[in-house]
């Protein structure tokens, strides 16, 4: 059995833990406790917002949630004998949804996706989808449904949403910097081009006053992937993963959080995963000097596992870069091609009964897959999306009688 490092109480909030966790990037973080890198380790982690969405039939915690307190980490861990310009060799060697057993906190046997309102962080088809709704997973060992979105059954890829390294002083300040220049190019712009720190509901582990005063002041929010890691989403580091993230501080301070049962490529609703409550067991090696070494300076490197759901049927969407509501070239747009190849994929799947809500939360958390197919060919970017056909219960693909429509429900929606 892994020693418990960082453990965690599901029926209350991380402020409440005997050891809280934190919710912002800042050197000054005080450690929650040091590893050897010869030890199995085993981490604890709490649902992303801290318990704030429930396992129930309306989408109004969605809309209301307050993202002040996200992403709740475990951590920060000094490992011992890391230090900056190391590179850090993270082995996920095993994760899981929560195991306590009572089942109302998320992570106990279920889990949830959310389409967030476009007045509250969005989504990446806000603009399509500017409410709030949700869908409620079951878990069933590997596998997963929802009573909000019939006829589909997947193999989850476990894996954590969000890790990384504490940033040093100086990069920490290159963040905030860079990213305010980004807000100041459209101060009003909602969703934000980008969030600045925030002092409400900061929450800096076992920081005293001061400490804590000044994390939130200047912490960075877990919200983008960085340097260092961060809010990655890489569905592929599931179990079996080896991660290199660059050290930036004495002891690294490695934190964790934002486990997710499934997700596609993409994160496409931003609550796009499955979110659960769950652990994490890791074990971490050192590599002396290895950002110079290898050239690992920017992001983290990583093996994947030979772990993944075995689908081999596909259904493939593709989009360009065009604005297809007034027909706008854009130049080489491989976010808005991505977006199309989404877009083309939920009017498919509309055909066959499912509400453009649903479609999107299929999407956001089955096992898709999403590619780059070109990027040169002027003016247009071609994205494609790979759904896997064999997670429905009835046959998806084009031909003989054409689509079946059925009456598929709706998945929760805010009163
Ligand atoms: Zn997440």
């Given at each position: 059995m892994p020693e418990v490092v960082f453990s965690v109480d599901h029926d209350k909030s991380m402020r409440d833990q005997a050891v809280p966790g934190h919710n912002r990037w800042h050197p000054d973080i005080p450690s929650a406790a040091t590893i050897k890198p010869e030890n199995l380790v085993r981490i604890e982690s709490k649902e992303w917002t801290d318990g704030q969405i429930g396992n129930n039939d309306s989408a109004n915690d969605v809309r209301d949630v307050d993202l002040d307190h996200n992403h709740m980490l475990s951590g920060p861990f000094d490992i011992e004998g890391a230090?900056?310009?190391?590179?850090?060799?993270?082995?996920i060697v095993d994760l899981g949804p929560a195991t306590q057993t009572k089942g109302d906190n998320c992570g106990e046997g279920w889990g949830y996706s959310g389409i967030f309102a476009k007045v509250n962080g969005g989504g990446f088809l806000t603009d399509y989808f500017p409410d709030a709704y949700k869908a409620v997973w079951d878990?069933?060992?590997q596998e997963c449904t929802s009573r909000h979105i019939p006829g589909v059954r997947y193999t989850g890829i476990q894996h954590p949403g969000l890790a990384g390294t504490a940033p040093s002083p100086e990069l920490l300040s290159r963040?905030?910097?860079?990213?305010?220049?980004?807000?100041?190019?459209?101060?009003?712009?909602?969703p934000p081009l980008a969030i600045p720190p925030t002092v409400a509901s900061a929450l800096a582990g076992t920081a005293d006053t001061e400490i804590a005063a000044r994390v939130a002041q200047e912490g960075a929010r877990t919200v983008p992937p960085r340097e260092h890691g961060g809010n990655m989403d890489v569905m592929n580091l599931t179990r079996g993963s080896r991660v290199y993230y660059p050290v930036y501080v004495d002891g690294a301070k490695y934190s964790v959080g934002d486990l997710h049962f499934s997700q596609g490529d993409g994160e496409i609703n931003f609550c796009g995963a499955i979110e659960m409550g769950g652990f994490i067991d890791l074990h971490f090696e050192v590599i002396k000097g290895g950002m110079e070494t290898y050239g690992v300076t920017h992001n983290p490197i990583f093996q994947p596992s030979r772990v993944e759901p075995t689908y081999s049927e596909w259904l493939t969407f593709t989009g360009i870069s065009v604005d297809h509501r007034d027909d706008t070239n854009l130049y080489m747009d491989a976010t808005e091609a991505y977006r199309n190849a989404c877009l083309n994929a939920i009017e498919y799947l509309k055909k066959w009964g499912y509400t453009g809500e649903q479609a999107y939360l299929i999407l956001g958390t089955a096992p898709i897959q999403g590619r780059l197919s070109s990027v040169v060919d002027i003016p247009n970017a071609c994205c494609s999306l790979f759904l896997?056909?064999?997670?429905f219960d009835f046959d998806i693909r084009p031909g003989g009688d054409g689509p079946v429509k059925t009456d598929r429900g709706q998945v929760a929606v805010t009163s």
């Open positions: 230090a900056p310009g190391d590179l850090l060799v993270v082995d878990f069933r060992g963040w905030n910097k860079r990213e305010q220049a980004l807000v100041d190019t459209d101060p009003e712009r909602v896997p056909t064999e997670i």
